[in-house]
């Protein structure tokens, strides 16, 4: 079974950049869908950004113009850069594939986002 592993997380100032990468261990697995969601303290998890296998993205309202998602397919690996950062985009960020043949969701264990005033 894949197990999607995070990387890039941290603290930032307000403003800051921050990107964070995502494959899956081991690294053997084909994906679809692929991208990024987020929970704040006491509150629900949200998208962020998605990816298609063809390249396509969809962002959240409240990062499109500061994030942007990328793929690399022969890595199976997602990225997402985060600029301009906000306070409000403090929260565990996980990673989440679709398999492309199973079908199955998977999930990272989150990496911690901490932006501060």
């Known amino acids: 079974q894949a197990h999607m592993v995070e990387s890039g997380g941290g603290q930032v100032q307000t403003g800051g950049s921050l990107t964070l990468s995502c494959a899956s261990s081991p690294n053997e697995y084909s994906f679809g869908a692929m991208g990024w969601y987020r929970q704040a303290p006491d509150k629900q998890r949200d998208l962020v950004a998605l990816?298609?296998?063809?390249?396509?993205?969809t962002y959240a309202d409240s990062v499109s113009g500061r994030f942007t998602v990328s793929r690399d397919n022969d890595k199976e690996t997602v990225y997402l850069q985060m600029h301009k950062l906000k306070p409000d985009d403090t929260a565990v960020y996980y990673c989440?594939?679709?398999?492309?043949?199973?079908?199955?969701?998977?999930w990272g264990k989150g990496t911690l986002v901490t932006v501060s005033s």
């Open positions: 989440y594939a679709k398999g492309l043949y199973s079908r199955t969701d998977y």
């Open positions: 990816i298609t296998r063809t390249g396509s993205p």
